[in-house]
């Protein structure tokens, strides 16, 4: 599902007439194109609730950056991916989201991050993120780790708009969760280099995702 759009309007006090907003925002210095102005447009996502009682068991949701994502590689010509944080608008319209850059792999070939947050048993789960192309459009790996295997699913992303991603109701041993190109786990499937915004990653026990809760050093639970 394709969330958000740009926000092409933005009115001034006192009725003065609206001005149009520089769509080419340099979102590495923050700053428009033309003229050197302020970026100005974005468009907030709607984020639905979350559900009172569930817990965020995935550390620093909005910062992948932070050691608790560990960075890992193939070997030979592959390397680790590259992560930026607050790098451009997230979905809330802050300056939160964080850039993961990937190397094309292929065969049994893999670049990705990773976290694992607590140590589950055969309990029902749900993972989600926002993902957003950085230039351009694609497709990358996202997988959870089920007791001895891996269980990927692809990462469609788009540059237009953040596309929040799910994967629900997965019966899991163990609390990993991967993000990147992962051809070893994915069947062989050859990705190209990625160049993503990622934002809002959760893993909660239960059937849904239900709703965003945002960490940092520790898990968080829904108000």
């Not at 003065?16 to 100005?40: I, K, N």
């Not at 140590?119 to 959870?144: N, R």
């Not at 089920?146 to 899991?172: C, I, Q, Y």
Request: proline letters at 4%; hydrophobic letters at 40%.
């Amino acid at each position: 599902m394709r969330l958000g759009a740009v926000l092409l309007l933005a009115f001034v006090a006192h009725g003065a007439a609206p001005r149009v907003l520089d769509r080419t925002c340099d979102v590495a210095s923050r700053r428009s194109s033309r003229g050197g102005v302020a970026c100005a447009a974005c468009a907030e996502t709607a984020i639905p609730a979350c559900t009172s009682g569930r817990t965020n068991y995935m550390l620093y949701s909005q910062a992948l950056a932070n050691a608790a994502w560990v960075k890992e590689n193939s070997g030979g010509a592959i390397v680790s991916p590259t992560t930026t944080d607050n790098y451009a608008l997230a979905p809330d319209c802050t300056m939160t989201a964080t850039r993961i850059q990937i190397p094309a792999t292929s065969g049994v070939e893999y670049s990705d991050l990773f976290q694992q947050n607590v140590a589950w048993t055969g309990v029902s789960t749900s993972h989600c993120l926002y993902v957003k192309g950085t230039l351009t459009d694609g497709t990358a790996d996202f997988a959870h780790f089920n007791g001895g295997a891996w269980v990927n699913m692809a990462l469609p992303f788009v540059s237009s708009g953040w596309t929040l991603v799910k994967s629900e109701n997965n019966n899991v041993t163990g609390g990993y969760l991967k993000i990147g190109n992962n051809s070893v786990q994915n069947g062989g499937v050859a990705r190209a280099a990625n160049d993503i915004l990622v934002w809002g990653v959760q893993a909660t026990i239960g059937a849904t995702c239900a709703g965003y809760i945002p960490t940092t050093s520790t898990a968080a639970a829904c108000p």
